[in-house]
């Protein structure tokens, strides 16, 4: 459910700008570590590989935490992700160091369990503790905000993918649900076909040139049907929903948008091209044009991506039976 959204603050950006300025850092030692020069110093190519992701991890950890001042979990949590990097991404002369000093090896591979067994430890405490959203509660209690949003949406994608073949919609109790799916389905049903015939097509031609190269590109399209279908099956499991609060609008697991009764101002079917071209009009409708337009009272802010874009005034989507979804809405708004 999405509502109104204010701008990304400056704190969120600085945030960003230190990870990937960690990341940065990390990725160049690792690099370093890989020359002639490593290869003729291995011992002081590790320590300075080992010294360099556990700073750089640290120093973004501080600079991050309310006042400076980061949890000791944090602190462990951050160690265990410089001990991970550096086990995983670590060159040939760092690796054979690592071979050949076992207790620093043991060292890395503790860290590395205690912040997984602190894991465990909040996930099975979180599946105890929230009877009704065991999941999204493990994952909260381990995750920070970006990557539990990533998570609670490939837990959604799991659960249209693997809904029965003939499911009825998920439509909460007391709310009111319209198709939205009928024009576009088919047309991604064709897509995927094409996807598919893509897959055997360019794994033939690439493995002539080369096999490994082929099987990433081939991965790399699977996974692509995969989304597509759970993304197709999201289109009848996610119809457009009239609750007891507002409409909430959505596209599948692509797109979702909610907006109160008190805050539109008006409502029109089969909108002119004028309107849903405007700047300032979200187009949920995917593969078809959009029957029916919702204004705003109040225009929303939205976050900027590439370039700065005017507050959304209004909402264009398209529900399979746009006649009996207006008279449903109108009968819902406040006089």
């Known amino acids: 459910m999405m509502t109104r959204q204010e701008p990304a603050p400056k704190g969120r950006k600085s945030g960003l700008a230190i990870m990937a300025?960690?990341?940065?850092?990390?990725?160049l030692a690792r690099f370093a570590t890989g020359t002639d020069l490593a290869a003729r110093y291995p011992l002081i190519a590790t320590g300075l590989f080992v010294w360099i992701a556990s700073d750089a991890l640290m120093l973004s950890l501080v600079a991050r935490s309310p006042d400076r001042k980061p949890s000791?979990?944090?602190?462990?949590g951050a160690l265990a992700a410089a001990a991970l990097v550096v086990l995983l991404s670590a060159a040939r002369p760092v690796r054979e160091t690592l071979a050949a000093?076992?207790?620093?090896?043991?060292?890395?591979?503790?860290?590395v369990a205690?912040?997984?067994?602190?894991?465990?430890?909040?996930?099975?405490?979180?599946?105890?503790?929230?009877?009704?959203?065991?999941i999204e509660a493990a994952f909260a209690a381990?995750?920070?905000?970006?990557?539990?949003?990533?998570?609670?949406?490939?837990?959604?994608?799991?659960?249209c993918l693997f809904a029965p073949p003939r499911a009825q919609p998920w439509i909460p109790q007391g709310a009111s649900g319209f198709a939205c799916h009928s024009q576009t389905a088919p047309m991604l049903w064709?897509?995927?076909?094409?996807?598919?015939?893509?897959?055997?097509v360019t794994h033939l031609l690439i493995?002539?040139?080369?096999?490994?190269?082929?099987?990433?590109?081939?991965l790399l399209t699977a996974v692509g049907i995969v989304y597509l279908v759970g993304f197709i099956r999201s289109l009848r499991l996610l119809p457009i929903l009239l609750t007891a609060e507002g409409l909430h609008i959505r596209t599948g697991l692509l797109m979702q948008r909610f907006v109160r009764y008190e805050d539109i101002a008006e409502v029109a079917a089969f909108p002119p091209s004028e309107a849903v071209n405007a700047a300032d009009t979200l187009n949920m409708a995917v593969l078809a044009w959009p029957n029916m337009i919702v204004r705003l009272r109040q225009p929303l802010p939205r976050r900027r991506h590439l370039r700065a874009r005017p507050p959304l005034a209004a909402i264009a989507f398209r529900p399979d039976r746009p006649d009996e979804f207006l008279v449903a809405?109108?009968?819902?708004?406040?006089d």
């Open 207 to 218: 493995s002539h040139w080369s096999e490994r190269a082929a099987i990433v590109l081939s």
């Open 72 to 76: 000791p979990s944090a602190v462990i």
């Open 101 to 111: 000093m076992p207790l620093l090896t043991g060292a890395l591979l503790l860290l």
């Open 21 to 27: 300025a960690a990341a940065l850092a990390i990725l």
């Open 114 to 134: 205690v912040q997984a067994g602190w894991i465990v430890a909040k996930v099975v405490s979180g599946f105890r503790n929230a009877r009704e959203q065991r």
């Open 329 to 334: 809405l109108r009968a819902r708004l406040p």
């Open 190 to 200: 064709v897509l995927l076909v094409l996807q598919a015939i893509e897959l055997s």
């Open 142 to 159: 381990v995750l920070p905000a970006p990557l539990l949003r990533f998570a609670q949406s490939e837990i959604a994608l799991l659960r």
